[in-house]
């Protein structure tokens, strides 16, 4: 039997979502010296990096990183504000001159591109068994302020819509970390090529086997 990723599956034979994805912590991260500590997290729980450096990005690498043309990724990011400003009683016309997420997600974007080119960042690919679903839940929520404790934006960030918008800046969460396996696929050769990324054994694939 074959799955959505053609991976096939027998009885007999397990075979396990090995998978890729990428982080990259951003200039608040690297600023404040947490690189060591959120690297740990992922090493931990059994990730392999299999592939890691520092970058200076460019205005290009960052518009292809958040490309204006994926819409429902910045709508997306219009309409939680949206929501999260009529949650707290806050105008967003009064605010941001527009109610359409669209434009909202793009003045957003503008910010977020900002902040990536302010400064280096480090960025990884990790691998593992399920490994895009399993950095996102060490990861966290989106916003600090509603990520659990325990989670990397949970534990080292308390900020919200509210602070990052009226602030005109994008919301200090720490880190990026591919969305989903379709998003992963994109990202990785934006950042590493081929021959950057390794192979090697670590031991716990022979204890989980
Ligand atoms: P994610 O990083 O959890 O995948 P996305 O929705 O992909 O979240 O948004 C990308 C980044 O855009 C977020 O990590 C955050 O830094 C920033 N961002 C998202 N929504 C807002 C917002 O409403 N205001 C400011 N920045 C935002
Ligand atoms: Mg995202």
Same mark, same amino acid.
């Given at each position: 039997m074959k799955d959505k990723y053609g991976i096939v599956h027998t009885l007999r034979i397990h075979i396990f979502y090995m998978?890729? *994805?990428? !982080?990259?912590?951003?200039?608040d991260a690297i600023a404040r010296g947490l690189m060591g500590e959120i690297i740990t997290r992922f090493e931990r729980v059994g990730l392999k990096i299999v592939a890691a450096r520092m970058v200076e990005v460019s205005r290009e690498?960052?518009?292809k990183h958040y490309p204006i043309s994926r819409r429902e990724f910045i709508e997306g990011m219009g309409g939680k504000t !949206?929501?999260?400003y009529e949650?707290?009683?806050i105008d967003v016309m009064a605010d941001f001159g527009t109610t359409d997420t669209f434009e909202i997600g793009s003045k957003i974007r503008e910010w977020l591109v900002g902040l990536i080119t302010s400064g280096p960042v480090f960025a990884a690919v990790l691998e593992g068994p399920?490994?895009?679903? %399993?950095?996102?839940? !060490?990861?966290g929520h *989106? %916003?600090?302020l509603l990520s659990a404790?325990?989670?990397i934006r949970g534990d080292y960030s308390y900020d919200s819509s509210y602070l990052a918008n009226t602030g005109r800046r994008p919301i200090k969460?720490?880190?990026h970390a591919s969305g989903n396996v379709e998003e992963a696929k994109y990202e990785i050769p934006l950042w590493f090529k081929p021959e950057e990324i390794y192979t090697y054994e670590r031991v716990e694939e022979k204890v989980m086997r």
């Amino acid at each position: 039997m074959k799955d959505k990723y053609g991976i096939v599956h027998t009885l007999r034979i397990h075979i396990f979502y090995m998978e890729q *994805t990428l !982080i990259v912590f951003k200039p608040d991260a690297i600023a404040r010296g947490l690189m060591g500590e959120i690297i740990t997290r992922f090493e931990r729980v059994g990730l392999k990096i299999v592939a890691a450096r520092m970058v200076e990005v460019s205005r290009e690498l960052a518009d292809k990183h958040y490309p204006i043309s994926r819409r429902e990724f910045i709508e997306g990011m219009g309409g939680k504000t !949206i929501e999260n400003y009529e949650k707290l009683g806050i105008d967003v016309m009064a605010d941001f001159g527009t109610t359409d997420t669209f434009e909202i997600g793009s003045k957003i974007r503008e910010w977020l591109v900002g902040l990536i080119t302010s400064g280096p960042v480090f960025a990884a690919v990790l691998e593992g068994p399920h490994a895009v679903e %399993l950095v996102r839940k !060490i990861v966290g929520h *989106t %916003l600090p302020l509603l990520s659990a404790p325990g989670t990397i934006r949970g534990d080292y960030s308390y900020d919200s819509s509210y602070l990052a918008n009226t602030g005109r800046r994008p919301i200090k969460n720490l880190l990026h970390a591919s969305g989903n396996v379709e998003e992963a696929k994109y990202e990785i050769p934006l950042w590493f090529k081929p021959e950057e990324i390794y192979t090697y054994e670590r031991v716990e694939e022979k204890v989980m086997r």
